[in-house]
């Protein structure tokens, strides 16, 4: 039987995939990254893979790219503990190479079981590798960025991963852009947007 509540069922869940073994990078890995967040949560962030800090932690997003990721996200009122971080990959490539496709194939259906079980409203994607694997295309960057992509019954939304605005810091005036584009929409579908209106109408007065 299936536990019934959100935090018991993503929680067993995280057991069976600690326990993975469906590729070889089980065989380099120091830890498993399942994810993190509100069980609930109506944004899940899925980046590519976990670097060598992460994979030391066992926790996604928590070097110099993860300091960023927490900003940008707090830049459009969100925090951490409100949405759900994860990647397409649970364990890091060596080298921090891109993950192979036999590797990607083995991980995916941790990510759907996982997201099955939240319920998103919204996804961000970050960067090319997350967004062709859930996009299912072979688009560069630049053409899925700034619309709203619908899959799986959820919109979607691609920026660049924060590693890529670390190298590249005149990149982030674009994933300004995106983001925010995400807040908006992730306000009317939620239906969030008024209530936000409102404290800011209160918290003025």
């Known amino acids: 039987m299936s536990p019934a509540h959100p935090n018991e069922a993503l929680e067993q869940l995280r057991r069976e995939c600690l326990e993975c073994r469906r ?21 899940v962030v899925i980046g590519e893979g976990p670097g060598a800090d992460e994979d030391q932690s066992g926790r996604p997003f928590v070097g110099r790219s993860g300091q960023l990721l927490t900003k940008i996200l707090a830049s459009i009122g969100f925090r951490r503990e ?54 299912r295309n072979t688009l560069p960057l630049g053409a899925m960025r ?26 982030k005036r674009g994933c300004w852009e995106d983001v925010q584009q995400l807040r908006r929409h992730y306000d009317t579908i939620t239906g969030t ?5 409102n404290e800011k109408e209160q918290s003025a007065s």
């Open 193 to 197: 947007e008024a209530n936000r209106e």
């Open 82 to 135: 409100e949405v759900f971080i994860c990647n397409i990959v649970k364990c890091r490539p060596p080298s921090n190479r891109n993950p192979m496709r036999d590797e990607i194939e083995a991980c995916l259906p941790w990510l759907e079981r996982q997201l099955g079980l939240i319920g998103p409203k919204a996804v961000l994607l970050l960067g090319k590798v997350a967004a062709n694997t859930i996009l």
């Open 146 to 171: 700034g619309k709203a992509w619908r899959w799986e019954g959820r919109d979607c939304f691609v920026t660049y991963h924060p590693a890529a605005l670390l190298r590249n810091p005149n990149w």
């Open 23 to 43: 590729c070889g990078l089980a065989e380099t890995r120091n830890s498993v990254v399942f994810g993190e967040g509100d069980p609930k949560a109506k944004l």
